[in-house]
């Protein structure tokens, strides 16, 4: 019931107090999904602008920990994406982020695999360029395993280029990309163009280019070539 007022749908209308009181019920019997739930809920409440939202923040603080501490993988996530984003404090802190976002990654979480991932290639701060590389490579592969497509994506773009841990291979890239086309990626048909004609097949690439041009533009010899 508690969710059912905290999410928009067509049988009752969004009410925040009527949600945060039936989640509170459930957490109180020990309810792990209501309690990090009403933990999210509270701490969604918090704005610079409203400080007087701060204790509904710090409670629900305490219920994400408490369901994170029963090893929630969701709570771990949210408790990372808190910490990344900076909910309720001075600045983010990246350190507490990955720290929480990895529990999560090794609970199984999709999502948290991914964002790790990500997270690490982005942040010099989080450890050597090595080190950095080999975790989100890691993580992007079992990520991958599931189908997930920014995984695949962004796999497909580091063996492209490859980086202080993997070498170019452009096989694989194509192999990433054309997974990734097939689940919907709308950039993965120009990535695998580049890999054949700018990449694998580089002496061809402006008679090739000069050919699409042509096609493109209506030319009947060039689309049949």
């Not at 995984?151 to 890239?173: E, F, K, M, Q």
Request: aromatic fraction near 12%; charged fraction near 25%.
């Amino acid at each position: 019931l508690g969710m059912i007022y905290c999410t928009v749908n067509d049988c009752v209308k969004y009410d925040y107090y009527t949600a945060r009181d039936w989640l509170a019920k459930a957490a109180a019997q020990n309810h792990l999904d209501a309690q990090w739930n009403l933990g999210l809920l509270l701490v969604k409440q918090w704005s610079p602008y409203a400080r007087e939202k701060m204790d509904d923040y710090n409670t629900g603080m305490q219920w994400l920990y408490k369901a994170a501490d029963q090893n929630s993988a969701y709570a771990q996530y949210h408790i990372g994406t808190i910490y990344k984003n900076g909910v309720g404090m001075d600045k983010p802190d990246n350190i507490k982020a990955v720290e929480w976002l990895r529990k999560a990654a090794e609970n199984g979480l999709l999502v948290a695999q991914v964002e790790l991932a990500e997270f690490l290639l982005a942040n010099r701060e989080l450890g050597t360029e090595d080190e950095r590389n080999a975790e989100a490579h890691k993580w992007l592969l079992v990520a991958a395993e599931k189908d997930d497509i920014t995984a695949l994506w962004r796999l497909a773009n580091i063996y492209r280029y490859g980086n202080s841990v993997t070498t170019i291979n452009y096989d694989s890239a194509l192999g990433y990309a054309r997974r990734a086309a097939a689940l919907g990626n709308e950039y993965s048909a120009k990535l695998m163009r580049e890999l054949y004609h700018e990449e694998r097949f580089p002496a061809k690439n402006a008679e090739i280019m000069e050919l699409e041009k042509l096609a493109e533009s209506g030319d009947a010899e060039a689309q049949f070539q």
